[in-house]
């Protein structure tokens, strides 16, 4: 999204100093009234600002609108015929959708140009192969109507006695070249316009607009080429800037979109757009890539690498029942806060047992001493305690889920670990703890130091506010823990 475009501000966990070790993790919960949510449904959603309103535009031409990040307001469903953001949608954008053999849109990625106009970047995909198409709509509103401004790159083509000649001047190869869904719009620290998209098939590719325009640069056929291949299972590029850290991170979704997919969210990061863009351990994300010798969709390939942020997962209620989860969240958008610098995210997400029915959430972020993004384990809340988070917050029981590199369907339950006012941890991990400085601590276990991040979240489960952390280990893999 472009920097220029405002967003509402957030109060993301009550990030501050951490004291000395103290008592409990549900010290000084005043048990403040509880905060008010209501979701709406928008598969892989892309957050723009326009006046007081937050927008997410997801697959479908669903879109949603909301003022405080907690009540959403549905505009418009699934289903491109009805949806107001064109007067008639599957008349304009007949030349996607007869190319792509397809009725329908999938994830598009919205901005606003230099001149005032709205930019939707559309596309179409026949779903089974990576015959699709990526074109751009104009509106003067954010919420349309949109006028179609034509196509900008194709894939899948060379079909039968098609053509086969793809959009770099060679012939089309989806090993090799993107599937072109699923755009996001960066805007660099120099002020540059990108887009970064691609799904499956060749991976996640990189162009550079032209400001006045919105449309690729000439001569850059596909463009760079940042992560996957081989048809890898990796998805729904979102970029965002720190300038607090300097890095750019790079959120991708692993895995298949349904509930039993094993959909689960991934960061990389680099110092310029065009990269390397690395995980944590120092992997170079260009060359993460399925194996063509095992079959198609090879998950085993990729696993190992991306921080792993998010997947399946289900906590506990106080009583022991099923409580807070996740099942395959993903299709993500990644801002920061204008006012605060605080990061959040934004994503789609299905549920455990409940089948495919998906809904939006979001969550704030924090970053670690080390300059990751880690997902703070409960959705924003709008109220969270804008309080130090200190050290007698600290000590205390936790439920604690790991997001592990395999993607499968399982979903991760939780451990219950205890961090003791004398640096002990015991229970479902061991080991020991202390303070790192502003709402932030170490866990050394025995895999390794873990880098923590601290915040005071509201729990639905608990009815009240509770010290949550999320921490990164060594391998990649990151925690969440929820004060019990």
């Avoid at 083509?157 to 090993?175: F, H, I, L, N, V």
Wanted: proline letters at 9%; glycine letters at 14%.
């Amino acid at each position: 999204m472009t920097p220029s475009i405002t967003r509402r501000t957030l109060l993301a966990g009550g990030v501050a100093a951490v004291a000395a070790p103290g008592s409990t993790a549900v010290a000084r919960d005043r048990t403040p009234p509880p905060p008010t949510w209501r979701s709406a449904s928008v598969h892989d959603p892309d957050l723009v600002r326009s006046g007081r309103w937050s927008y997410v535009f997801g697959s479908h031409a669903a879109f949603a609108r909301t003022d405080d990040l907690l009540v959403w307001e549905q505009l418009a469903g699934d289903g491109l015929a009805a949806s107001p953001l064109f007067e008639d949608g599957p008349a304009e954008l007949a030349e996607a959708l007869e190319w792509a053999r397809a009725e329908t849109l999938w994830a598009p990625g919205v901005t606003r140009l230099a001149d005032g106009r709205w930019a939707c970047y559309y596309c179409a995909c026949e779903g089974t192969s990576p015959r699709s198409a990526l074109g751009l709509a104009l509106a003067d509103s954010v919420t349309g109507p949109y006028r179609d401004a034509g196509l900008l790159l194709r894939s899948g083509m060379g079909q039968g006695e098609e053509d086969p000649t793809s959009e770099d001047g060679t012939p089309y190869d989806a090993r090799v070249h993107p599937n072109v869904i699923d755009a996001d719009l960066v805007t660099d620290a120099e002020g540059v316009p990108w887009m970064v998209y691609g799904s499956f098939s060749g991976g996640i590719f990189l162009l550079e607009l032209d400001p006045a325009s919105g449309r690729p640069r000439p001569g850059q056929g596909y463009g760079q080429h940042l992560m996957g291949g081989n048809h890898a299972r990796i998805e729904g590029p979102a970029v965002l800037h720190h300038p607090g850290t300097g890095w750019y991170y790079l959120f991708v979704t692993f895995g298949g979109l349904d509930a039993d997919g094993g959909y689960n969210v991934r960061v990389a990061r680099a110092r310029r757009l065009s990269g390397p863009w690395l995980d944590a351990e120092g992997t170079d994300m260009s060359t993460v890539a399925a194996d063509p010798d095992l079959p198609l969709f090879d998950d085993v390939s990729i696993a190992p690498h991306g921080v792993k942020l998010l997947g399946n997962h289900q906590f506990r209620t106080p009583t022991g029942g099923p409580g807070h989860g996740y099942v395959s969240p993903g299709g993500v958008s990644a801002e920061l806060d204008p006012n605060t610098g605080e990061p959040f995210l934004v994503f789609h997400t299905r549920f455990p047992g409940q089948g495919e029915r998906h809904e939006l959430r979001t969550h704030p972020m924090a970053i670690t001493a080390d300059g990751w993004p880690l997902v703070l384990p409960l959705p924003y809340d709008g109220r969270s305690d804008p309080r130090p988070v200190r050290g007698s917050d600290v000590p205390g029981r936790y439920q604690v889920v790991h997001h592990r590199k395999p993607i499968t369907p399982e979903v991760a339950t939780p451990v219950e670990v205890e961090l003791h006012r004398d640096g002990r941890v015991s229970g479902g991990l061991q080991g020991r703890w202390r303070p790192a400085g502003r709402s932030r601590a170490v866990l050394d276990l025995a895999d390794g130091r873990h880098q923590a991040v601290l915040a005071r979240q509201w729990s639905a489960d608990a009815g009240g506010l509770r010290t949550t952390f999320a921490a990164l280990a060594p391998d990649g893999t990151t925690s969440a823990g929820v004060g019990i």
